[in-house]
Every structure is written in C-alpha cells, then in structure tokens.
C-alpha cells in the first residue's frame, strides 16, 4: 500500500512539475509579447489637396524613436466618402527613414477618405484621414459611414 501511495504521490509531483515548466514559458512568452514596442503610423499627406494634380500619400512609420524601413506592407486605400465600395488600393513604396508613399490623382472635388494599411513588425496599424480635394459642394457629399474594417477592398 505504501508503494502504490509513493507511486501516486511522485506522479502527481512530476505532473505538477509539467504544468509549472509551462506556465513558467507561456508567462515569460505573454511577458515577452508585452514588452513589444508599439509601431506607430503618421499620415503625412495634407488634409487639403488640389484636383487633377498628382499628389504624394505618404504615411511615417516607426518603433520607438527608429523609423521602420522594413515593413512587410504599406498600402493607402482611398476613397470618395460614402463610396468605400468603389475605393482604390496603392502600395506604398519605401522613399526614405521610414516614409512610404504612393501617387494619386483626384479627378474630381469631394470629400475623400484614406487608410494607411499598415503591417510592420508583426503589427497591424491602419490610421485614417479626412483629405478635402479641390473646393467640394459640401450640401452633395455622402456621408461616410465606413468603419475601420478592412471592407472588401483586398478581395478586388
């Protein structure tokens, strides 16, 4: 009997041993992720831009105080607000210290909206920003009523 109780109890302390190794790894892994510096995404674009013209969306990214030159993906989803439906996806292209960009041109005034889809250092940021092309009629712009999902512009 008192084998079979030895038995029992150093198998419960091995288990017990398993579990702690672990909880140990997954809370130092969870420690880990927490410690993480934030990437951190600036429009650079003007919120007023002129139609017809080729202009540069340009988005700043960095970790810390380093901008970041290796982001797996930089693109700008533009849209006419309350349009995201018929929105344009540009990949944004490295030019310098962590600054992408993309050119654009605005065919007519309106009321515009642009994302900076932005997947860098195993994060994912995606700023928004109002942009106002030309001298729109404020009294015929949609409202735009688009969240800051990712819609169905990756499908097309």
């Known amino acids: 009997m008192k084998k079979i109780l030895t038995v029992l109890a150093l198998t419960t302390l091995t288990l017990a041993g398993c579990g702690g190794k672990e909880a140990t790894t997954h809370d130092s892994h969870s420690h880990n992720e927490g410690t993480?510096?934030?990437?951190?995404?600036?429009?650079?674009?003007?919120?007023?831009?002129?139609?017809?013209?080729?202009v540069a969306l340009s988005a700043k990214v960095t970790q810390g105080d380093k901008a970041v030159d290796d982001a797996d993906q930089v693109e700008f989803e533009v849209w006419e607000s309350g349009m995201r439906?018929?929105?344009?996806?540009?990949?944004?292209?490295?030019?310098?210290?962590?600054?992408?960009?993309?050119?654009?041109?605005?065919?007519?005034d309106g009321i515009y909206y642009?994302?900076?889809?932005?997947?860098?250092?195993?994060?994912?940021?995606?700023?928004?920003?109002?942009?106002?092309?030309?001298?729109?009629?404020?009294?015929?712009?949609?409202p735009d009523e688009s969240d800051d999902s990712m819609g169905d512009m990756h499908h097309k």
């Open 36 to 54: 993480l510096e934030e990437v951190v995404v600036n429009i650079q674009t003007p919120e007023t831009l002129p139609v017809g013209q080729e």
């Open 85 to 108: 439906e018929h929105g344009t996806m540009l990949e944004g292209k490295l030019t310098k210290d962590g600054v992408y960009e993309a050119n654009y041109t605005f065919d007519h």
């Open 114 to 142: 642009m994302f900076a889809h932005t997947n860098a250092r195993g994060l994912h940021v995606m700023p928004k920003q109002e942009l106002k092309v030309g001298n729109p009629d404020m009294s015929k712009v949609m």
